[in-house]
């Protein structure tokens, strides 16, 4: 069956370290990938887009990398803020945008 | 440029009722999807439409369904409300089916 994991619900950090958050999925075939930040009570905001023949991408202290091999994403964000405190959502693109899969999130709170 | 703006913000409707739901999209854009959201989880694709015509849908059952406009807004209406149907509707607009997704806040729906 289909599946999609983030790699675990919540993360708690210190301010300063790196977060790394991490997506798998199983039985899908996305021609590429794309990490949103959603906060309580609002829509998912997009932060980053990488593509199935793309290794890396970076923008600022954010990093993500995809590893169609392995069937996984990483998302690291560099030099923690407090205000990076929010869910992660990874998602899926298969057919063109006609199945966008969404993962069920990774809660990150940075603690000063 | 204006954003995503979705409407109303909160509804509270009785099991067996209709509801309607309204998106405008952000300018420029003519694709537009539809996702619920329950608490804690990540967004679930409804479907999605382009230029008015229906582009994809995720696993729900013919009691949900929209229309887009000339305009490209959008409406999604559910029949015979659940009470599992109880949950955030979260609409985004898109340049094209695979671009990134621009997100508004949402409708929090509550059935009884």
């Known amino acids: 069956s289909q599946k999609i994991e983030q790699n675990s619900e919540a993360l708690n950090i210190q301010e300063g370290k790196t977060a790394t958050l991490t997506c798998n999925y199983t039985?899908?075939?996305?021609?590429?990938l794309q990490w949103y930040r959603q906060d309580p009570g609002r829509g998912p905001v997009f932060l980053l887009l990488?593509?199935?023949?793309?290794k890396e991408k970076r923008k600022e202290r954010l990093k993500v990398t995809f590893d169609t091999t392995l069937k996984q994403s990483l998302f690291h964000i560099t030099a923690s803020q407090p205000a990076d405190s929010a869910t992660y959502l990874c998602?899926?693109?298969?057919?063109?945008?006609?199945?966008?899969?969404f993962g069920p999130g990774t809660r990150l709170s940075v603690l000063p | 440029e204006t954003g995503v703006t979705q409407s109303p913000t909160h509804l509270i409707k009785t099991r067996g009722q209709q509801v309607t739901l309204r998106c405008s999209s952000q300018?420029?854009?003519?694709?537009v999807s539809w996702y619920q959201q329950a608490l804690g989880q990540g967004p679930q694709f409804i479907f999605q439409?382009?230029?008015?015509?229906?582009?994809g849908r995720g696993n729900f059952p013919p009691r949900f369904s929209g229309l887009q406009f000339p305009n490209y807004s959008s409406e999604l209406n559910v029949n015979a409300l659940e009470l599992d149907d109880s949950a955030l509707y979260l609409c985004?607009?898109?340049?094209?089916?695979?671009?990134?997704?621009?997100f508004g806040n949402g409708t929090r729906l509550t059935v009884t």
């Open positions: 990488i593509r199935e023949n793309e």
């Open positions: 998602a899926l693109i298969e057919n063109y945008g006609q199945n966008f899969v």
């Open positions: 039985n899908y075939s996305p021609a590429y």
């Open positions: 439409y382009y230029r008015e015509e229906e582009n």
């Open positions: 300018s420029g854009h003519n694709t």
């Open positions: 985004a607009s898109s340049l094209n089916g695979d671009s990134p997704l621009h």
